[in-house]
């Protein structure tokens, strides 16, 4: 689950330069507005969201597709939960 997918996705999070507890805020937002089965891209700078994202898609039944650690820029693919 470490690597990138080339997959299109259905909306993308852009949470560069927020901090706790903002991305995961914000992704809770954009997973209620995407349709069930939707993919969402999240970019992230907070090092915590490594611990949070995961905790989230657990926490709620959506699939963690793929998790990215590049130069200090965290990138998510969610696909939200059918209904």
Known sequence: MSEMIDTPVDGTLDATGLNCPEPVMMLHQHIRDLAPGGLLKVI????????????????????????????????????????
């Open 44 to 83: 992230a700078t907070d090092p915590s969201t490594k611990r949070d994202i995961p905790k989230f898609c657990v926490f709620l039944d959506h699939e963690l597709v793929s998790q990215h650690e590049e130069a200090g820029t965290y990138l998510y693919w969610i696909r939200k939960k059918h209904a």
